[in-house]
């Protein structure tokens, strides 16, 4: 097994493994942790920030294509997990506080769009 680390400011780190020999053919695992890029979905969503095995992981902004729904905050293998701000586009409703399983759980604000 071979392991090579790479960092880039930009790009975050990668990490190629190599399993096997030449004689057998190698198998390439590349991951990317803390990488800074821009999924854009079939329906339209579009999510920024960190990503791990091509799916949101860390920090990132998630934006809903048919409501402008926004999740702002942790992300945690593709799902919206820990503290982070959910924007409700409609009525401008914003939700700042604890998530789990992309929903609201635990403590929170709600804060409306008169502010109040």
Do not use: C
């Not at 790009?11 to 190599?18: F, N, R, S």
């Not at 096997?20 to 329906?43: C, D, F, H, T």
């Not at 990503?51 to 920090?59: E, M, N, T, V």
Request: glycine share 16%.
């Amino acid at each position: 097994v071979a392991l090579a680390l790479q960092w880039g400011a930009a790009e975050g780190i990668y990490v190629q493994v190599h399993r096997g020999s030449a004689a057998q053919g190698r198998n390439l695992v590349k991951v990317r942790m803390g990488a800074k890029e821009v999924i854009n979905y079939p329906n339209g969503d579009r999510f920024e920030g960190e990503i791990l095995h091509d799916q949101p992981h860390g920090y990132g902004k998630l934006t809903h294509a048919a409501s402008g729904d926004v999740l702002e905050g942790r992300f945690l293998h593709g799902q919206f997990q820990g503290h982070g701000k959910m924007t409700h586009a409609a009525s401008g409703f914003v939700y700042e506080g604890q998530f789990h399983h992309d929903q609201p759980h635990g403590k929170g604000e709600l804060t409306h769009a008169n502010g109040a």
